[in-house]
């Protein structure tokens, strides 16, 4: 094995070490002064881990990383954005685990990323956009759209509707997701949805604040509720 080859496994099984460590923060600030080129990879990897916690805390640190990578090389912070888009097109062969999730952390962390490619992240739930058909893949979307919604509400007004067939589907991970996303953008129309919402018992698990949480969809209804204005 390479020097090479052994440095970036040394520096994987670092990383993979402080994202599961239990003081996130303090973890996460530690991947973020390393040199962003260096970290891109193992995060970018951790992405499609088994390992549900590793794979949100990686989610969470490329929303770091990026951020600060946009804040000195715009341009480099552009091609990671990019290359989440293409493992998301069909000509790359891959599924995309994970992309429109590091996509929606990133964005809700970076305001200038945010307005160049919001629109991309939401053409992914859009039947006349680049629309993802394969079910897991949306709950990620969801997701994605939904940590942007909560972080940048002003810049998704306009979008609600998009969710509004998924807090219908058969699937309870998308009902909740599109009902968690959609209170944010305090919607009339999204209301009635919501309260349609409020008895419905089946669970899921959202990653928020560090950790994977059960919530049933009703739950998550009731809270978009509260912030749903309906005058």
Same mark, same amino acid.
């Given at each position: 094995m390479s020097r090479h080859q052994t440095s970036s496994r040394q520096l994987k @099984? %670092?990383?993979r070490k402080l994202l599961l460590q239990k003081n996130p923060e303090s973890g996460l600030a530690q991947i973020g002064r390393m040199p962003a080129r260096k970290a891109i990879n $193992? +995060?970018?990897s951790f992405l499609c881990s088994p390992d549900e916690l590793l794979k949100w805390r990686a989610v969470a640190a490329m929303g770091e990383v990026v951020d %600060? +990578? =946009?804040g @000195?090389?715009?341009e480099s912070a552009r091609v990671i954005m990019r290359r989440y888009m293409w493992q998301l097109n069909d000509e790359s062969g891959g599924i995309g685990w994970g992309c429109p999730e590091a996509m929606g952390e990133i964005m809700a962390r970076n305001d200038n990323l945010a307005d160049e490619f919001w629109c991309i992240l939401i053409s992914y739930i859009r039947p006349d956009g680049n629309y993802l058909e394969h079910e897991v893949l949306q709950r990620g979307v969801l997701w994605g759209v939904g940590r942007l919604a909560h =972080? %940048? $509400?002003k810049l998704l007004k306009t979008s609600v509707e998009y969710l509004h067939p998924y807090m219908q589907s058969g699937d309870p991970h998308l009902r909740g997701l599109a009902a968690w996303a959609a209170g944010a953008l305090q919607? /009339?129309?999204t209301a009635s949805i919501l309260n349609g919402l409020k008895d419905d018992? =089946? /669970?899921l698990s959202i990653y928020l604040d560090w950790h994977i949480k059960r919530?049933?969809?009703g739950e998550l209804a009731k809270k978009a509720l509260q912030m749903v204005k309906t005058e």
């Open positions: @099984t %670092r990383i $193992p +995060l970018f %600060r +990578l =946009a @000195t090389d715009m =972080a %940048r $509400p919607n /009339k129309n018992s =089946a /669970k919530h049933s969809v």
